[in-house]
T-cell receptor, first 112, second 112 residues
Framework: GAGVSQSPRYKVAKRGQDVALRCDPI?????LFWYQQALGQGPEFLTY????????KSGLPSDRFFAERPEGSVSTLKIQRTQQEDSAVYLC??????????FGDGTRLSIL | GQNIDQPTEMTATEGAIVQINCTYQ??????LFWYQQHAGEAPTFLSY????GLEEKGRFSSFLSRSKGYSYLLLKELQMKDSASYLC?????????????FGKGTKLSVKP
């Protein structure tokens, strides 16, 4: 069956450009999470959706980061005016009630 | 703040047993997860403990002591493919629905 799908797998952008990262969760999964993983570190929580409602965005590092899930399925993480410290792997995970989170392979973002 | 500690690296021999420890100090607790992550790939779920004691699943077992803020992951009959990072994560609230707080991961190298 289909897992969590993220695109693109790799993204290179120049400092100052805007980027958009896409996440297709497992069909029927109500909960969707975004994490940021720096090299050699564990994932760090960014934001959480339940259906289309963004219930927690406490992990977003600045107002340059914005996430949406307008129809309660696909989600997009947007980063405006990218900076070098934004370089990381961005992981998306989805889950349903009482089940562990399933992760996608992530988008590796490199800011030059 | 939230704090989850695990060793940075471990080395073990094929066929042997290895124990990866994790200690946590968090503002809440609704379960502890172990994930396996191969380089460049998605974290994959291994185990979940919410009550004290040992959970066994094939070659993998996980133990939890809530009073001590301590867990370990036990891997038996090590195989070369077990070389990966092992992530300890705590759910602060909502069980599997809550966002996860991850440790930095333990990189395990299995040698012939």
């Amino acid at each position: 069956g289909a897992g969590v799908s993220q695109s693109p797998r790799y993204k290179v952008a120049k400092r100052g450009q805007d980027v958009a990262l896409r996440c297709d969760p497992i069909s029927g999964h109500v909960s969707l999470f975004w994490y940021q993983q720096a090299l050699g570190q564990g994932p760090e929580f960014l934001t959480y959706f339940q259906n289309e409602a963004q219930l927690d965005k406490s992990g977003l590092p600045s107002d340059r980061f914005f996430a949406e899930r307008p129809e309660g399925s696909v989600s997009t993480l947007k980063i405006q005016r990218t900076q070098q410290e934004d370089s990381a792997v961005y992981l998306c995970a989805s889950s349903t009630a009482h089940q562990p989170q399933h992760f996608g392979d992530g988008t590796r973002l490199s800011i030059l | 703040g939230q704090n989850i500690d695990q060793p940075t690296e471990m080395t073990a021999t094929e066929g042997a047993i290895v124990q990866i420890n994790c200690t946590y100090q968090t503002s809440g607790f609704n379960g502890l997860f172990w994930y396996q992550q191969h380089a460049g790939e998605a974290p994959t779920f291994l185990s979940y403990n919410v009550l004290d004691g040992l959970e066994e699943k094939g070659r993998f077992s996980s133990f939890l002591s809530r009073s001590k803020g301590y867990s370990y992951l036990l891997l038996k009959e090590l195989q070369m493919k077990d070389s990966a990072s092992y992530l300890c994560a705590v759910s602060l609230y909502g069980g599997s629905q809550g966002n996860l707080i991850f440790g930095k991961g333990t990189k395990l190298s299995v040698k012939p």
